[in-house]
T-cell receptor, first 112, second 116 residues
Framework: SQTIHQWPATLVQPVGSPLSLECTVE??????LYWYRQAAGRGLQLLFY??????ISSEVPQNLSASRPQDRQFILSSKKLLLSDSGFYLC???????????FGQGTRLTVV | AQSVTQPDIHITVSEGASLELRCNYS??????LFWYVQSPGQGLQLLLK??????LVQGIKGFEAEFKRSQSSFNLRKPSVHWSDAAEYFC??????????????FGTGTLLAVQP
């Protein structure tokens, strides 16, 4: 069966520090992968999506970047965190349009 | 560009009462439509989805949703709410942008509180 792993679950980082959140998928190949950020009252904002290795599309201008070094690995990064980067980050994968999207358990990032 | 609007940010209902959560979408063709639920501190769980066929779709936990093309709506309903239904509910639209590029766009969510 397909599973998605996302870590860490919680993270407290100082302003200006780097960030690396990792997401891996099992039980599937060539998935569409997504990073979302959830902030209070703003729902789930799509940050990045990837249709294949090395292929990253950014949805909104921001302080974050994403990479896909392997088929089932999706990484969210920042060189210098801002206070506004705080939020709940969710990784998701989608096998095909119209099928269910599977979400990781999320990472609660607090930038202090 | 596709978009999803959930006009109700917060709804409170009494246990046993009926529920309707509103969702309106904007998309040029018939989209894939979804409702997800998120319990506190958790990931998202799919309640139901629609793409074609019967416009009234049944989901898990006794939920149903009706697609109305003329209103660009996909409202979620439940005839009798249980206390365990308290959660945040997200409507989502999926669309293809060519090739393998599929996007899943979410609304801002509706937070449901259930009174005893």
């Amino acid at each position: 069966s397909q599973t998605i792993h996302q870590w860490p679950a919680t993270l407290v980082q100082p302003v200006g520090s780097p960030l690396s959140l990792e997401c891996t998928v099992e039980g599937t190949s060539n998935p569409n992968l997504y990073w979302y950020r959830q902030a209070a009252g703003r729902g789930l904002q799509l940050l990045f999506y990837s249709v294949g290795i090395g292929q990253i599309s950014s949805e909104v201008p921001q302080n974050l970047s994403a990479s896909r070094p392997q088929d089932r690995q999706f990484i969210l990064s920042s060189k210098k965190l801002l206070l506004s980067d705080s939020g709940f980050y969710l990784c998701a994968w989608l096998r095909a349009l119209g099928t269910e999207a599977f979400f990781g358990q999320g990472t609660r990032l607090t930038v202090v | 560009a596709q978009s999803v609007t959930q006009p109700d940010i917060h709804i409170t209902v009494s246990e046993g009462a009926s529920l309707e959560l509103r969702c309106n979408y904007s998309y040029g063709a018939t989209p894939y439509l979804f409702w997800y639920v998120q319990s506190p501190g958790q990931g998202l769980q799919l309640l139901l989805k629609y793409f074609s066929g019967d416009t009234l779709v049944q989901g898990i936990k006794g939920f149903e949703a009706e697609f109305k093309r003329s209103q660009s709506s996909f409202n979620l309903r439940k005839p009798s709410v249980h206390w365990s239904d308290a959660a945040e509910y997200f409507c989502a639209v999926g669309a293809n942008y060519g090739g393998a590029t599929n996007k899943l766009i979410f609304g801002t969510g509706t937070l449901l509180a259930v009174q005893p």
